[in-house]
């Protein structure tokens, strides 16, 4: 590979930064940078296609963060008590708290310590061994 550099528009957060780069530098940002996207002259280009693309007729190359539909959040394994004994669910935090928030007469509990709704965003759900969500009881019914 040639020494020739190439204007690569890298997006960030100002927009984007124009970079200077060689074939092969390019090659190593693709490769090395999780969750990027390379186009040139605006068609998305696979990391192993970059060898054999002759960049000199580019008019335009362009490093884009990839699409993340919702970003891989942890989720964690949580025994919601119903009609069957109960269901084991996974859900991530913010699904947690949705449900806590939302569900009518549950309580959670997290390593069979009771937590209300509103403290849920506190806990450390990575240190938690047990998750459960069961009916609250009701008194007098």
């Given at each position: ?23 092969k530098?390019?090659i ?65 935090k ?32 990575d ?8 009916p ?6």
């Amino acid at each position: 590979m040639d020494d020739k550099t190439y204007t690569v528009e890298i997006a960030d957060a100002t927009g984007h930064s124009e970079v200077q780069m060689t074939k092969k530098e390019l090659i190593d940002h693709a490769t090395h940078t999780k969750g990027r996207w390379i186009f040139v002259d605006n068609r998305m280009v696979a990391t192993e296609e970059l060898a054999a693309i002759d960049l000199s007729t580019a008019s335009h190359i362009r490093s884009l963060p990839s699409l993340q539909a919702g970003r891989d959040e942890k989720k964690y394994c949580i025994e919601i008590a119903d009609s069957t004994g109960h269901s084991e669910v996974l859900m991530t935090k913010s699904e947690i708290i949705e449900h806590a928030t939302n569900t009518k007469g549950r309580w959670v509990f997290v390593d069979n310590r009771m937590v209300s709704a509103s403290d849920l965003a506190n806990v450390d759900f990575d240190s938690a061994q047990h998750i459960r969500s069961v009916p609250s009881l009701q008194a007098g019914l």
